[in-house]
T-cell receptor, first 113, second 115 residues
Framework: GDSVTQMEGPVTLSEEAFLTINCTYTATGYPSLFWYVQYPGEGLQLLLKATKADDKGSNKGFEATYRKETTSFHLEKGSVQVSDSAVYFCALSDYSSASKIIFGSGTRLSIRP | NAGVTQTPKFQVLKTGQSMTLQCAQDMNHNSMYWYRQDPGMGLRLIYYSASEGTTDKGEVPNGYNVSRLNKREFSLRLESAAPSQTSVYFC??????????????FGSGTRLTVV
């Protein structure tokens, strides 16, 4: 079945460092891909998405490109801030009528001032 | 504010007790979902409802039942709670399907402890 694999955390960086969180997927079709962010004590929020190969999703300085050839959707940010500390989930959506979303296990990111 | 509302936010149950988690959305979304979140395991789908009047099992449905009461409301019931059901439960809704799936809107979660 479809699945998502993302790098294990925790990831700890200094403020203004470059961030990459790796994500790869397995899917039988051509899923939509997402990154969600979860701040402490809150629900998940959609950070960005891409619906087809070579699409780039972007939001709040974060970017991810849908790479069909490598089945990847790595999350990047050029200069992280303390406020980016959170858990990040990579996810994919199948094409059934229900469009269930399958999540990776999450990567905890901590940014040091 | 528009969104997904879950109640209660916190609950402690004794083993064998029953309870219903409530979820309502005011965005006129067709699809609704229940997930549980456990440390190191991400989110796992319990049940979903593609449209009003339909429900289907997800990855981990055992020990749960659901009701899609109307387009707005989707409840999750634990008939006889077990310690293994200690988790954080999230309800979500979405508008589109397939390539038109714009992603979920999540509620803030219910933290359930079964002792």
């Amino acid at each position: 079945g479809d699945s998502v694999t993302q790098m294990e955390g925790p990831v700890t960086l200094s403020e203004e460092a470059f961030l990459t969180i790796n994500c790869t997927y397995t899917a039988t079709g051509y899923p939509s891909l997402f990154w969600y962010v979860q701040y402490p004590g809150e629900g998940l929020q959609l950070l960005l998405k891409a619906t087809k190969a070579d699409d780039k999703g972007s939001n709040k300085g974060f970017e991810a490109t849908y790479r069909k050839e490598t089945t990847s959707f790595h999350l990047e940010k050029g200069s992280v801030q303390v406020s980016d500390s959170a858990v990040y989930f990579c996810a994919l959506s199948d094409y059934s009528s229900a469009s269930k979303i399958i999540f990776g296990s999450g990567t905890r990111l901590s940014i040091r001032p | 504010n528009a969104g997904v509302t879950q109640t209660p936010k916190f609950q402690v149950l004794k083993t064998g007790q029953s309870m219903t988690l409530q979820c309502a959305q005011d965005m006129n979304h067709n699809s609704m979902y229940w997930y549980r979140q456990d440390p190191g395991m991400g989110l796992r789908l319990i049940y979903y409802s593609a449209s009003e009047g339909t429900t289907d099992k997800g990855e981990v449905p055992n020990g749960y039942n659901v009701s899609r009461l109307n387009k707005r409301e989707f409840s999750l019931r634990l008939e006889s709670a077990a310690p293994s059901q200690t988790s954080v439960y999230f309800c979500a809704s979405s508008e589109g399907a397939g390539r038109n799936n714009y992603g979920y809107t999540f509620g803030s979660g219910t933290r359930l402890t079964v002792v």
